[in-house]
């Protein structure tokens, strides 16, 4: 009744603070909505970018239904991300927070939650980097980096409505059930009240888009599946510490294949924002193929998202199943990373290089 009680709690605060941030917009929407002009903006109109406060609501509502010992653990998460979620309400705000900035905000909260709970990586299951990680220095430094990292890989693929939301609920989920398998209450209640916090924004958000994430939303939710990937097999030995490589597998792949083709690109940056992230292929050609087909064209944006959760899908599926084990771990990695590459393959090959090929025709018919 407990677990009942947190996430419906979350849920429900969660979801009518959207709904007034929804309402009230005309009265804060110069400084809060997202506009429709940008290389990765795909939305109609005018959209509030303020949904990590509907998180925020939720989780802190929640949080106090909570045990004492799950509330002391949940309290600590919560304030140790305040860099990173105070970075990203910034963002959202004024828009002129640069990634460089933000990334450093996200990679401080991650030090800061190292330090004040003691918690870091302490093995990896890889041959030379668990010899490493024996040297505390190295453990908590290298913490902090990947969580900074999962933090702005989540809000890379926060591109299309429910994306990064419906990932995060469904990787919450695998937590979740990792945690009941293992009776580790403190952590169940801990995933619970994030999915009903995160669930409450997503039904204003998918499919009809009128609530953004938002960057605060997407670092919050992204530092809190990074935090409990960490802390879940340290409390619970039995796990292997590679379920949240696994579990994050897309938005991590989507990050270093981003990193890759931007640096390999001329004229770009790391940093800099394009239109050829995954999710932007698919909404441009698979999505809007379907949404044709299906004769409801107005649901490519949230069809783009229903393909791409597959990934996330399969890779907790994979975690759930085999994590006790870190050879069906990695197994599992390479299959999303192979799915990936497929599908981006598929999705490139429809889109702008076919246009280049077709080009290069006809300027050189001979070739």
């Known amino acids: ?103 450093l905000a996200t990679v401080l909260a991650g030090l800061i939650f190292c330090l004040v709970t003691g918690y870091r990586l302490e093995r990896a299951d890889i041959l030379g980097l668990d010899f490493l990680l024996t ?28 994306l990064a939301s419906g990932s995060a609920i469904i990787i ?3 937590f979740a059930v990792l945690a009941g398998q293992a009776g580790d209450g403190e952590m169940l209640s801990i995933c619970l009240v994030m999915i009903g916090a995160i669930a409450g924004f997503f039904v204003l958000n998918f499919p009809a888009g009128r609530i953004f994430f938002g960057d ?12 409990i990937g960490i802390i879940l097999p340290l409390r619970n030995p039995e796990f292997s510490p590679l379920i949240a490589l696994l579990a994050l597998s897309y938005p991590i792949i989507e990050t270093l294949v981003s990193i890759y083709r931007r640096t390999r690109r001329e004229g770009t940056n790391p940093g800099e924002a394009d239109r050829l992230h995954l999710h932007s292929l698919v909404y441009r050609y698979r999505a809007k193929r379907l949404a044709d087909l299906l004769g409801r064209p107005n649901l490519r944006n949230s069809l783009t998202s229903v393909i791409l959760w597959s990934l996330t899908l399969i890779a907790t599926t994979f975690m759930v199943l085999g994590a006790h084990s870190p050879f069906v771990l990695v197994l599992g990695g390479a299959f999303v990373f192979w799915l990936y590459t497929l599908l981006y393959r598929r999705v490139a090959l429809l889109g702008p290089l076919r246009k280049f090929w077709r080009t290069r025709r006809h300027i050189h018919p001979g070739e």
Not at 75 to 91: D, K, N, R
């Open 172 to 174: 919450l989920s695998g």
């Open 135 to 162: 040297y505390p220095a190295f453990g908590i430094a290298l913490s902090a980096f990947v969580i900074g990292g999962v933090a702005n890989a989540l809000n890379i693929i926060d591109g299309v409505n429910g």
């Open 1 to 103: 009744m407990t677990y009942i009680l947190d996430i419906t709690t979350a849920f429900a605060v969660s979801f009518l603070m959207a709904l007034l941030i929804i309402v009230t917009q005309r009265f804060h929407g110069v400084l809060t909505l997202d506009g429709d002009h940008g290389v990765q903006k795909i939305h109609a109109s005018p959209t509030p970018r303020i949904g990590g406060i509907a998180l925020l609501a939720g989780g802190v509502a929640a949080g106090f239904l909570l045990a004492p010992e799950t509330q002391k653990l949940w309290w600590t998460i919560c304030l140790c991300a305040i860099p990173a979620f105070g970075s990203g309400v910034i963002e959202d705000l004024t828009k002129k927070v640069g990634a460089k900035w933000r990334l």
């Open 216 to 227: 605060a939303g997407a670092y919050a939710t992204g530092f809190v599946l990074a935090v």
